[in-house]
């Protein structure tokens, strides 16, 4: 008969299965997405041109709008997994729908400016005389779907901090499927063109909202929780979004920031710039899951008091988020011969992003390192100080990247910069994950 593994065997064996039945549903759920406007795309575009430019300008606004608020989400997901940690499962899903509350609260108070700027917003952001009518037309309808994407959002932090990922990814994909299906009726069977996708991204969207509200209204009524509007809960889950919103805000700043300089490098440089941004992107997906999965973990050993626990699930997490950089590196120096030409067939533009590629398969392990502790500390409830050194970092950025063309640096110089923006990130929250002052055990911080 073999013998037990030792503890620290079994302890990190139990903090795998955590973390692989946490961040793999998480990870398919961030991937379905983004598919929403993938779709969107691929039945408009077969309209016109105009159309579809007009179409590629609202989706950005639009996808702006929502991830400025992804606060709802990550808030939510530490100060409901906390409560879970410590018991208490009515104030959890009481936690919960003072996020919900909020996020309906915003998406009422975007919607009433959206409808009336939405002219000025899509001339702000350089549409042309032909494409801006269809912008307005797309952004004005898709407007009324706001509420209940930003209710995704909340709902999708409680069930994240009820340590569900599993929901979240079936009504990801449920939410794709129709929306696929009412673009396609819509635009084509209806002739409601353009307006018709935007209609069936809003019926999905609300249809999303209300199972993810069905499922929270059922765990409230089978614990006794209230589903009556707080005036206190909602001002308590504001006040803890903001630092986070300010988190958020820096971070857009940096990658707007990258996306201005690399337009006055030239058209060669901004178009291998979008694609390199684009694998990033996907890539963040990846780490983003394992940082999920943090969140809702770290939570909840700090929700039971258990500070072994939460530093022993950081450590372990740190090792998914190397090794995950380091595949995710490996897999990008591998596979460019075959996915660069898929992007683009200009012999330029591949010259010019392959360098800058290569930069972003070497820093994937900083990445992950980096993905994995801003999962952690904001599981921990610790928003303020990752506004402070989201805020440290985009000092660092951006005169280092504002000087690359002053510098006659070219698209790999500004990936290097990137890469700095990475390492600052590192190093800020290395330093306080291994102070431990993050670690505040109890329901609440």
């Not at 030792?6 to 692989?20: G, L, T, V």
């Not at 300089?261 to 394992?290: C, E, K, N």
């Not at 904001?378 to 506004?387: F, N, P, S």
């Amino acid at each position: 008969m073999s013998e037990d593994p030792a503890p620290p065997q079994r302890s990190r064996r139990r903090h795998d299965r955590e973390i692989f039945a946490l961040a793999v549903p998480a990870f398919g759920a961030l991937v379905a997405e983004p598919l929403f406007v993938m779709v969107d795309s691929a039945i408009v575009g077969h309209l016109g041109t105009p159309q579809l430019a007009g179409l590629a300008v609202a989706a950005a606004l639009l996808t702006t709008a929502v991830s400025i608020f992804v606060f709802l989400a990550y808030a939510t997901t530490a100060a409901v997994a906390r409560r879970v940690g410590a018991g208490d499962l009515p104030a959890a899903i009481r936690q919960g729908m003072d996020g919900i509350w909020l996020a309906l609260l915003l998406g009422a108070a975007v919607v009433a400016l959206t409808l009336p700027l939405a002219p000025w917003l899509i001339e702000v952001f350089g549409a042309s005389d032909t494409a801006a009518p269809y912008a307005v037309t797309y952004l004005r309808i898709s407007s009324f779907g706001i509420p209940a994407m930003l209710v995704v959002l909340a709902a999708t932090g409680v069930l994240r901090g009820l340590q569900d990922t599993r929901t979240p990814l079936y009504v990801a994909i449920g939410g794709f499927a129709v929306n696929g299906i009412l673009n396609a009726v819509l635009v084509y069977g209806a002739g409601l063109g353009i307006a018709g996708s935007a209609w069936g991204t809003v019926i999905a969207q609300v249809g999303m909202a209300l199972v993810y509200l069905l499922v929270v209204v059922r765990g409230a009524r089978r614990h006794g929780a209230s589903l009556r509007p707080d005036a206190a809960g909602i001002r308590a889950c504001a006040r803890a979004g903001v630092p986070l919103l300010v988190r958020t805000l820096s971070l857009r700043a940096v990658l707007m920031i990258a996306t201005a300089v690399a337009a006055r490098l030239g058209d060669t440089d901004i178009a291998a710039h979008q694609i390199v941004l684009s694998l990033w992107s996907l890539t963040a997906f990846a780490l983003d899951a394992i940082a999920i999965a943090g969140q809702a973990i770290i939570g909840r050993y700090l929700g039971a008091d258990d500070a072994k626990g939460a530093r022993e699930a950081c450590r372990r997490m740190v090792e998914w988020g190397i090794a995950s950089g380091v595949v995710i590196g490996v897999l990008i120096v591998v596979a460019r011969p075959l996915f660069i030409p898929l992007f683009t067939s200009d012999t330029s533009v591949q010259d010019t992003l392959l360098p800058a590629l290569l930069v972003v398969a070497l820093t994937q392990p900083v990445a992950g390192v980096v993905f994995v502790l801003d999962g952690v500390l904001m599981g921990a409830g610790d928003g303020r100080y990752l506004a402070w050194a989201m805020l440290l970092t985009l000092a660092v950025f951006a005169p280092v990247a504002v000087l690359v063309p002053e510098l006659g640096g070219g698209l790999t110089a500004l990936w290097w910069a990137m890469g700095l923006m990475m390492a600052v990130r590192l190093v800020t929250l290395w330093l306080r994950t291994r102070s431990g002052r993050w670690i505040v055990t109890g329901a609440s911080r």
